[in-house]
């Protein structure tokens, strides 16, 4: 693998303007091994003017099936190439090998599934007065920005970019400065297999420097921002300057609601997968587990049983989880089990860090709580981190008021056999997915995925993304 990562502008590898870089770190050992650039405001300009001087002189006329050609050609040579994919996301992220794998060819799904709707994106003809025909289409942005946060690099980049292509726009995406070097990669393999030049440009850095200067470029016709809702505030009041669209996509606080009558032998390694994956730094992880009284006492044992058998270690032996992405996230995770410790919240299990994980990596094991105290911030923050928090309730109410009782609305699970009550709970949820008897984190690519409320607007994912992607223009024509 290079010791140097550069930009990725107009299909060549460029360096920073500020001639500075930033070191890549393996979360698993805590050691340097690679190094990015650190963009600039001017090395982001140098990106949207080639991104607008594609969208103006190519990528906008190509017809769609054209684009859905090349979208399928990226795909396929996502997938050829997963196992390389994966063996830098799991240096980089510090992700088990199947997480990693199952990154890449989810990328590899996205670019296949938009490849497919390119030229399946059309406007509509609409009744009017006598005389005068009414049609609708659907236009893309122009140069759309992407910020991209570190936990899963690949598959929030093949949503947001891959939609975004799809629609007809030319794109410049900002990743996390913890986690570029495989989307880097992408941008290669998307010269390699004919993309023009300018289609897809990749500018790293740091977020109040490079992310900052994406957000604020006039050329920038819509944002699409995926992160922390501190950060989701601040791109929304820069993009309101110039009222440029914006999608955010932010963090979560998701429940499971288990009601007496669930298959609790679906339920528990559902409830564990949802927040041990990606060592629970997803943004739809579990993260509450709502449990009806009748059934707490032996729902936590099953659940304490399971967290106790999971294993973390470094990234390459693939266990159950890997090491969190740098130490300021092993940090914010250890505050807030001192933070329970300190409030009397009774720990139930942990599962364990192997011996031969690295001291100098950033491991957690994963901790289930119970009882935490609704108001408690283990019951209303999002740690992103594998932290499960037990919540007891009586009848359907005060599950709503629970599962709703946060500033989030990201994801629900609801797990029980009464098919009425299924139904009630989905409407009465405040969120953008509700699962029934199972729990997708997101789920397929094919699945609308966004937020209420703190956890952001607009919708990522399935075909919803491309309407997100273009802009509608209404045509009204007098023939007489
Ligand atoms: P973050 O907000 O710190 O960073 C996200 C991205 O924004 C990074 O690329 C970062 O460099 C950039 N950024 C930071 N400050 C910026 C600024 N001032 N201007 C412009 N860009 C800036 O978030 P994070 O710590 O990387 O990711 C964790 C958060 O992301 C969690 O809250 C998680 O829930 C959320 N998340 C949400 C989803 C979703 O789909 N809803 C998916 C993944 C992560």
Redesign the pocket.
């Known amino acids: 693998m290079a010791t140097m990562q550069f930009h990725s502008i107009a299909n060549a590898p460029v360096p920073s303007s500020s001639g500075r870089t930033i070191a890549v770190i393996d979360p698993s050992d805590g050691a340097q091994y690679d190094e990015i650039q650190r963009g600039t405001p001017e090395d982001i300009d140098a990106a949207v003017h080639a991104a607008r001087q594609c969208y103006d002189a190519v990528w906008h006329k190509l017809a769609p099936a054209e684009r859905g050609r090349l979208l399928m050609r990226l795909s396929h040579a996502v997938a050829e190439n997963a196992s390389e994919l994966t063996a830098i996301e799991q240096r980089d992220c510090g992700k088990p090998t199947r997480q990693a794998r199952a990154d890449a060819l989810a990328l590899a799904r996205y670019f296949e599934f938009y490849a497919g709707a390119c030229d399946k994106l059309h406007g509509e003809t609409i009744p009017y007065v006598e005389g005068t025909s009414v049609l609708t289409w659907r236009e893309p942005h122009g140069v759309t920005g992407h ?6 690099p690949m598959q ?1 980049f093949g949503r947001s970019v891959g939609a975004a292509l799809a629609a007809g726009n030319a794109c410049v995406v ?5 986690a570029c070097l495989s989307l880097l990669r992408v941008a290669q393999l998307a010269a390699e297999v004919g993309f023009p030049a300018g289609a897809l440009n990749i500018v790293t ?4 420097e ?3 200067a ?2 604020r470029h006039p050329g920038i016709d819509h944002i699409s ?8 505030t ?2 929304q009041q ?1 993009a309101a300057e110039r009222h440029c669209p914006v999608t ?5 606080k998701s429940p499971q609601i288990v009601f007496a009558d669930a298959d609790l032998d679906a339920v528990v390694p559902a409830v564990v997968n949802a927040i041990v994956q990606n060592a629970g ?4 992880a579990g993260s509450r587990v709502l449990i009806e009284r009748a059934i707490y006492e032996p729902l936590l044992e099953r659940l304490g049983r399971a967290f106790e058998a999971l294993r973390v270690g470094p990234a390459a032996m693939d266990l159950d989880l890997g090491p969190l992405i740098r130490q300021s ?1 092993q940090q914010r995770v250890w505050d807030f089990l001192s933070d329970a410790q300190v409030a009397g919240i009774p720990m139930v299990a942990q599962g364990t860090v192997v011996d031969l994980a690295p001291e100098t990596g950033f491991y957690q094991a994963p901790t289930l709580l119970r009882d935490v105290p609704p108001g408690h911030r283990l019951a209303q923050e ?1 740690v ?1 981190g594998p932290v499960l928090a037990a919540l007891p309730f009586e009848g359907e109410d005060e599950a709503v008021q629970l599962a709703n009782g946060t500033a989030f609305g ?1 994801v629900a699970g609801v797990w029980t056999r009464d098919g009425a009550r299924q139904l009630r709970m989905a409407r009465r949820i405040r969120a953008g997915q509700v699962f029934i008897n199972n729990y997708g984190a ?1 789920g397929g690519v094919e699945l609308p ?3 209420v409320r703190s ?2 607007h607009g919708r ?1 994912k399935g075909f919803e993304a491309l309407y997100g992607f273009t802009t509608l223009k209404t045509v009204a024509i007098r023939h007489g």
């Open positions: 910020i991209v946060p570190w936990n899963y929030i900002k990743p996390a400065e913890d850095g740091y977020g109040h490079a992310g900052d994406l957000a921002f995926t992160g922390s809702p501190g950060v989701g601040l791109i820069i955010l996509e932010l963090g979560g730094q997803t943004c739809s996230q999002e992103f990201l997101g995925f966004g937020g956890s952001g990522e």
